[in-house]
């Protein structure tokens, strides 16, 4: 059984910044990509940021060059630090694990306030 837990969320102003952090314990061999998405009320869940095992990005374009994706391998933990926030970016922030199989965090609340 794997477990994956999300941190860092919170309230910040327009313009400010957050860390996210997701870490995976557990029966763990190895991770394939780790991804951050979001989900805000009323909307589907979105891809925001990938990062492969050999630390190949992908970003969504509405955050590109304010997000910044990160893992650390030893640690089995992916990072999401996300500057310049914008009230667009208020949703639930979820991770997702890839092993063999796929797994998701539980979410952690961002809000932007104007």
């Known amino acids: 059984q794997v477990q994956v837990v999300e941190s860092g969320g919170g309230l910040v102003q327009a313009g400010g910044s957050l860390r996210l952090s997701c870490a995976a314990s557990?029966?763990?061999?190895?991770?394939?990509?780790m991804a951050w998405y979001r989900q805000a009320p009323g909307k589907q869940r979105e891809l925001v940021a990938s990062?492969?095992?050999?630390?190949?990005?992908n970003y969504a374009d509405s955050v590109k060059g304010r997000f910044t994706i990160s893992r650390d391998n030893a640690k089995n933990t992916v990072y999401l630090r996300m500057n310049s926030l914008k009230p667009e970016d208020t949703a639930v922030y979820y991770c997702?694990?890839?092993?063999?199989?796929?797994?998701w965090g539980q979410g952690t609340q961002v809000t932007v306030s104007s």
């Open positions: 997702r694990v890839r092993t063999s199989y796929i797994y």
């Open positions: 557990g029966m763990i061999f190895s991770i394939n990509d």
């Open positions: 990062i492969s095992s050999r630390a190949t990005t």
